[in-house]
């Protein structure tokens, strides 16, 4: 876990020292289209394993999206404006919150296509021992776990997270309806904690 996020965080701040040289000669757009092809990419890029793990682990990764978001947003780490205040600007989820919405978009899919099937056997829907509300409400079964480690287990965190998302969120026909919706509701959630 710490070599995972020591090797990324390594990789990254090499691109974003890289890309600050470049960074005035790119309009907002372009320069957005650049940092998540470098490192967005590269933050995203197997962090669902990361739910749940110390806080620390996240906590690296989240100074690396805020270094990324001075570089796009072009203000120097004495400007005014907090971290918080670019990612909004950036409308882009702190760290903690990717994760999240990267686990409920594989569920998303698992629900809806059955694939990956390795995944697909690890999840079950919510069945109630009588008839209930909760019948129709999209839920999944969140097994039993001894140790604080069993929770970050996909077929442990995947329900909890698809357990805690809006009905009518749980209900999207379509991917991207869903990511659309999903995204919203974590980003006002997101800054409000965040």
């Not at 490192?39 to 995203?44: P, Q």
Request: net charge positive.
């Amino acid at each position: 876990m710490g070599l995972h996020t020591k090797a990324t965080s390594k990789s990254c701040f090499y691109h974003i020292r890289s890309f600050r040289q470049i960074r005035s000669s790119m309009d907002h757009t372009m320069a957005i289209s650049v940092a998540s092809a470098l490192v967005s990419s590269r933050l995203d890029y197997a962090n669902s394993v990361l739910f749940g793990c110390p806080q620390k682990h996240v906590a690296r990764l989240q100074r690396i999206q805020q270094a990324l978001a001075r570089v796009v947003m072009q203000q120097s780490s004495v400007s005014p404006l907090t971290s918080n205040e670019l990612l909004k600007q950036l409308h882009w989820l702190p760290i903690e919150w990717r994760i999240r919405f990267k686990l409920a978009c594989l569920v998303h899919k698992i629900l809806n296509t059955g694939h990956p099937p390795y995944l697909n056997e690890l999840i079950q829907h919510h069945k109630p021992s009588r008839s209930t509300h909760s019948s129709a409400s999209h839920l999944l079964s969140v097994p039993q776990h001894n140790l604080s480690f069993g929770a970050r287990a996909f077929r442990v965190a995947a329900p909890k997270i698809w357990n805690s998302i809006p009905l009518h969120m749980r209900q999207s026909q379509t991917y991207s309806s869903f990511r659309r919706h999903l995204k919203t509701h974590y980003f006002i959630s997101a800054h409000l904690t965040f």
